[in-house]
């Protein structure tokens, strides 16, 4: 069964950085599109960023320049390196891939930009 456990979330002071990790299991990792979302209090969840089988990458006009997405088929894990971290980008952040139709969303992990 599909799996994705996110981790490195918490508390970080604003211009901070934060480097979350998605280790994915029960699929061949390599051969799907990887995404991280987010969701904060009262909004609904929207995309972030998201890597292709073939490393292309795409982003949110609020992060682009800020964040990073990258992953290791070596470790079936996805990364979201954020910088220059602000108070909007406080949210639980959730990994998401889609495989045969069916959307598969991690437990999430609560990033506070705070100071």
């Known amino acids: 069964q599909v799996q994705l456990v996110e981790s490195g979330g918490g508390l970080v002071q604003p211009g901070g950085s934060l480097r979350l990790s998605c280790a994915a299991s029960g699929f061949t990792f390599s051969n799907y599109a990887m995404s991280w979302y987010r969701q904060a209090p009262g909004k609904e969840r929207e995309l972030v960023a998201s890597i292709t089988r073939a490393q292309n990458t795409n982003y949110a006009d609020s992060v682009k320049g800020r964040f990073t997405i990258s992953r290791s088929n070596a470790n079936n894990t996805v990364y979201l390196q954020m910088n220059s971290m602000n108070p909007e980008d406080t949210a639980v952040y959730f990994c998401?891939?889609?495989?045969?139709?069916?959307?598969?969303w991690g437990q999430g992990t609560q990033v506070t930009v705070s100071s």
């Open positions: 998401y891939v889609r495989r045969n139709w069916i959307n598969y």
